[in-house]
């Protein structure tokens, strides 16, 4: 893999809810990385050989330690400074936040693929790719309706942002963006509100910022 980078370095991909919910923990903590941007058809020789799985997100730390998973990732670096305690809100413990991610991640998340890309399920939609759209977006919106009943106090757990706020809610902004109109005409004020303020937020702002994709010869910038 060649000299061990002075800083950690980051394989992304802009659009990607997950690589997303790492870069939002990596910026809240104040950690510099040497920032990748990744195309996905064509991934960098120098991503495989740290993670073979190809996804994305992947940090490499400057002792040649490799992450892989978003959410440790995010722990990674919220271990090293939390100042906005995304860890530990108060009267909130970790199994909590955890099994809210978890329901993400699993069930929410396969019915988001098959409404948002039915198109790549053609053994299970049938021959009927807008109906099995259909049926996924139902499913997964019973799920929302949840996470709406939840935010009576702004965040999933309260008053107080927590991780489980930051790792959803690039996954909700996916759904929402599959087709907004549907989105915005729907019975969660405070879901939409939700999101709209994550939308707005100068953190999310600051991490969606447009990189060319990266090429070895080219080097990378540094971004905090």
Request: glycine share 6%; aromatic share 10%.
């Amino acid at each position: 893999m060649g000299a061990l980078p002075a800083l950690p370095v980051l394989y992304s991909f802009r659009r990607c809810p997950y690589a997303m919910r790492a870069r939002l923990a990596l910026a809240v903590s104040g950690q510099t990385v040497e920032y990748r941007e990744v195309v996905l058809r064509s991934k960098p020789a120098e991503m495989l050989a740290a993670s073979p799985k190809g996804t994305v997100p992947v940090l490499v730390l400057p002792d040649g330690k490799v992450i892989d998973e978003s959410l440790d990732i995010m722990r990674w670096t919220l271990a090293r400074h939390d100042p906005a305690q995304w860890l530990s809100p108060p009267h909130v413990s970790s199994e909590d936040i955890n099994a809210l991610i978890a329901a993400n991640d699993g069930d929410f998340k396969q019915h988001l693929d098959r409404y948002k890309y039915p198109n790549r399920y053609p053994q299970e939609s049938e021959g009927d790719a807008v109906g099995f759209a259909l049926k996924h977006r139902s499913d997964a919106a019973s799920w929302l309706a949840q996470l709406d009943a939840r935010l009576g106090a702004g965040w999933l757990f309260g008053a107080q942002v927590s991780l489980a706020d930051m790792a959803i809610l690039p996954f909700i902004r996916q759904f929402a963006h599959t087709d907004p109109d549907w989105f915005v005409a729907q019975g969660w004020p405070r879901l939409q509100r939700w999101l709209a303020a994550f939308e707005a937020s100068d953190l999310f702002r600051g991490v969606m910022v447009k990189y060319a994709a990266w090429q070895p010869a080219a080097g990378s910038a540094a971004t905090d």
